[in-house]
Antibody, heavy 122, light 107 residues
């Protein structure tokens, strides 16, 4: 059974850092691009970042560019999001999501984790 | 800035009604558009991709159409279990921008 399990969320002060992880199982992780999507409380979905299956291609939303870094370790079937210089507006549930199509970054997302809550507040 | 604009932002319809949601891209994206359904308290679910391809397991009352900048999600006969917020998303290269969502309720 396919599974994505996010961890690493929590309460952090403005200006602080957090690293989110997403442990994948039930599929060949290294074959698929992976993405982070966030959802602020009572708000819509906001795409954050995507990484190619090999980790050599990344894209970021303008709202996080220069502050967040996406990475992956295919030997550990794990996706990461390093978040620095956090702001109150980064408060959200962060979901990791798997690309539907094998081997390509241009792809919708067919499987989502349950999410991890990040709260940025003093 | 690339934008995906959905309309309406919310709607209320009766069971059995035909429901249509539109999504407009600020630039042409060919057919690289997906629709997701998010029920309250749940994670998003992929319904349609490539503008009109139904994801496996999705009921046939859902359909999608469009190309370029204008797209449509149609529910042919609204069911109580379709109460949710629906999002469009561009899935071609670069940022995978979402629309702001359309909340569907039962009248």
């Amino acid at each position: 059974e396919m599974q994505l399990l996010e961890s690493g969320g929590g309460l952090v002060q403005p200006g602080g850092s957090l690293r989110l992880s997403c442990a994948a199982s039930g599929f060949t992780f290294s074959n698929y691009a992976m993405s982070w999507v966030r959802q602020a409380p009572e708000k819509g979905l906001e795409w954050v970042s995507i990484i190619s299956r090999g980790g050599d291609v990344t894209f970021y939303a303008d709202s996080v560019k220069g502050r967040f870094t996406i990475s992956r370790d295919n030997s550990k079937n794990t996706l990461y999001l390093q978040m620095n210089s956090l702001r109150a507006e980064d408060t959200a549930v962060y979901y990791c999501a798997k690309a539907l199509l094998v081997g390509t970054v241009p792809s919708p997302f067919d499987y989502w984790g349950q999410g991890t809550l990040v709260t940025v507040s003093s | 800035d690339f934008q995906m604009t959905q309309s309406p932002s919310s709607l209320s319809a009766s069971v059995g009604d035909r429901v249509t949601i539109t999504c407009r891209a600020s630039q042409g994206i060919s057919n690289n558009l997906a629709w997701y359904q998010q029920k309250p308290g749940m994670v998003p679910k992929l319904l349609i991709y490539a503008a009109s391809t139904l994801q496996s397991g999705v009921p046939s009352r859902f359909s999608g159409s469009g190309s370029g900048t204008d797209f449509t999600l149609t529910i042919s006969s609204l069911q109580p279990e379709d109460v949710a917020t629906y999002y469009c998303q561009k899935h071609n290269g670069g940022p995978k921008t979402f629309g702001q969502g359309t909340k569907v309720e039962i009248k």
